[in-house]
C-alpha cells in the first residue's frame, strides 16, 4: 500500500505583498490619468509680450505619488513648497496624490482673488472622471 502526504502551505505574506503591488500599479495608473487630466484643465496665464514672464508653471508642477514617494505635492496642513521640492506622501495606507507645489495653485483652482475664474482643474479632473478611475482600478466592469 502507497502512501500519499499531501502539505499545504499558506503563503499569506507573500499573497498579500502581490496584492499591495498590484494596488500600487493600479494607483499609479489613476495618478497618470488624474495628472494628464488636471494639466489639461490647467489655466496657463498671459502676460504682455516683451515682459519676459512666460506662463505654465503650475501646469507644469502638476504630479502625483503614492504612498511614501517624494514629489512635488502639498500634503494638508504642510507649508507650500519651493518649486523643484519634493514632498512625500506619508499616507498610512495605499494611496496616491495629485497637486502641484506651487504656492498659488489652490488660488487658481478655487478662484481666490484677482479675477481668477473658478478652474478646479484639479476636483474636475477627478470628479468628471469618477467612471474611468473605477475603471482603472477594476472596481467596474468596463462597457
Known amino acids: ?3 500519499v502526504k499531501v502539505t499545504s502551505t499558506w503563503r499569506i505574506p507573500e ?3 502581490k496584492v499591495k503591488e498590484n494596488l500600487r500599479d493600479k494607483l499609479i495608473l489613476v495618478g497618470v ?3 494628464g487630466e ?3 484643465r490647467c489655466v496657463v496665464g498671459s502676460y504682455p509680450q516683451g515682459s519676459g514672464r512666460v506662463g505654465g508653471r503650475l501646469r507644469g508642477s502638476i504630479t502625483y505619488a503614492t504612498e511614501n514617494e517624494r514629489s512635488g505635492v502639498r500634503p494638508e496642513g504642510q507649508p507650500a513648497a519651493s518649486s ?6 506619508n499616507a498610512p495606507e495605499l494611496s496616491v496624490r ?7 495653485a489652490p488660488y487658481v483652482e478655487l478662484g481666490i482673488g484677482g479675477n481668477a475664474p473658478n478652474a478646479m482643474f484639479l476636483r474636475g479632473a477627478v470628479e468628471e472622471n469618477l467612471d474611468r478611475i473605477k475603471q482603472l482600478l477594476n ?5
Open 1 to 3: 500500500m502507497s502512501e
Open 84 to 89: 523643484g521640492d519634493g514632498l512625500q506622501n
Open 139 to 143: 472596481l467596474e466592469a468596463s462597457s
Open 15 to 17: 499573497f498579500m505583498v
Open 98 to 104: 495629485i497637486g502641484s507645489n506651487v504656492e498659488y
Open 33 to 35: 490619468f488624474v495628472q
Open 38 to 40: 488636471a494639466v489639461s
